[in-house]
């Protein structure tokens, strides 16, 4: 029976399922539904073609509740459909996962278990990557093969579903609050020079005249480990100049953004030389030398600070990333954290802030969030009220109490 692979193409699943799709395009029908609605239409429609529906999902942490939700209305509505979850959730909690309704868990890295389940029609029970329920027992086969990146597209051109190019997959500074190093492994994949061009020239044949980069870490292109690697920086962002020469180039924004100790005259010259962005966005998180070390950021305050300087010298506006509420945060690790914020933004940056998330799969799943104290919260809008600050915290910290209600319910 032929196949088709109907994806819920919501919330924060979307890009993973771009790439996914992207690796069977073409030898399997692919369809992406906008909502659960659609879902339900696309996956009636593939059984009324005498196809095997295979709906796919992906999502983070944050939507797993929603994205249950959706799965029980679609499961109320479609019967016999194979529902395969992946994604950052359901490779750290694949039990959760299953246990929701979902079929199959994909661990790990989906590129090549989708090509062998969609494409080649594999036994899931014997597929690298998958993982399932016997009675109440998980079932799994471990991760999912780790390849290349040059193996597989970055992105599904066929269908017009266009992302930041993933140049960079894994990170090796393991930041303990981070779901990317625990997913990925704690080591760098970096997509070719020569990869990223044909992605490039794809791209401009449809039009596309901007180019955004995926990476934990832009300024560790070409890198194995904690070093720069300038020389390769610039070759990457010579090609893409060469192949779009009349396009926007963003590098160092997101979703490549910047670690502090990084950030030096010679790399921003670099950068000056290529890129459109007027900002950089660069990891400061924390002005606790103490909750530096201790989340492993690998740098210091005084590499922050620095960064800034330099960047602003250069003509880029910092945004700096922080991070409140990490467990063991007290009183004045905060006090900290805000007096850095303002010495920066004092220098002409601006605050990008955000609070912990207890997320699965990472060192601190298991931990609770510290409260942030009405001072600070004051302090905080503050800030937002004069322009320097900005960013989703009120939300994290919904989240994050969402992500501890989820740990206490029973597995």
């Not at 079932?139 to 193996?151: A, F, I, V």
């Not at 990869?195 to 490039?200: L, Q, S, T």
């Not at 220098?347 to 207890?358: E, K, T, V, Y």
């Not at 600070?376 to 919904?398: D, I, K, N």
């Amino acid at each position: 029976m032929r196949r088709a692979f109907v994806v819920h193409h919501a919330r924060s699943g979307v890009v993973a399922l771009n790439v996914v799709t992207a690796a069977v395009q073409g030898r399997v029908r692919v369809v992406f539904a906008r909502g659960r609605d659609e879902l339900v239409r696309e996956l009636t429609e593939a059984k009324r073609r005498g196809e095997q529906p295979i709906a796919g999902w992906s999502f983070y942490s944050p939507d797993f509740p929603g994205t249950a939700e959706d799965l029980r209305f679609v499961q109320e509505r479609v019967a016999a459909v194979t529902h395969v979850a992946g994604g950052v959730h359901a490779s750290a909690e694949p039990l959760q996962t299953l246990r929701a309704g979902f079929d199959l868990a994909a661990i790990g890295e989906g590129e090549t278990t989708a090509v062998r389940l969609l494409v080649e029609g594999q036994d899931p029970a014997t597929i690298p990557g998958l993982a399932w329920l016997e009675g109440s027992r998980l079932q799994s086969n471990g991760p999912g093969e780790r390849r290349p990146l040059d193996d597989f597209p970055a992105f599904n051109a066929p269908a017009g579903k266009w992302n930041a190019i993933e140049i960079t997959r894994g990170c090796v500074y393991a930041c303990s609050f981070c779901q990317t190093p625990f997913m990925f492994k704690a080591r760098f994949r970096h997509r070719s020079v020569s990869n990223v061009r044909e992605h490039i020239r794809r791209m401009k044949r449809d039009g596309v005249r901007y180019m955004r980069f995926l990476t934990p870490t832009c300024l560790s292109y070409g890198s194995s480990d904690t070093s720069v690697n300038l020389d390769a920086v610039e070759d990457l962002l010579a090609a893409v100049r060469e192949e779009m020469p009349g396009g926007r180039i963003y590098f160092g924004t997101f979703p490549s953004e910047c670690r502090p100790e990084h950030v030096t005259e010679a790399s921003l010259r670099v950068l000056r030389k290529y890129v459109d962005n007027d900002t950089l966005v660069i990891g400061g998180q924390s002005g606790s030398e103490r909750l530096l070390r201790e989340t492993h950021r690998g740098h210091g305050v005084d590499d922050v600070v620095t960064a800034v300087r330099l960047a602003i010298a250069s003509g880029f506006r910092p945004d700096v990333d922080f991070l409140l509420g990490l467990p063991g945060e007290t009183d004045g690790d905060r006090a900290q954290s805000l007096s850095l914020a303002r010495r920066l933004v004092e220098l002409g940056a601006r605050i990008h802030s955000h609070a912990f998330m207890p997320l699965p799969g990472t060192p601190l799943r298991g931990a609770a969030p510290s409260a942030i104290d009405g001072e600070t919260v004051r302090e905080m809008e503050r800030m937002e009220s004069a322009g320097s600050m900005y960013g989703q915290w009120r939300r994290h910290r919904q989240v994050a109490d969402q992500l501890v209600t989820l740990r206490a319910a029973p597995r």
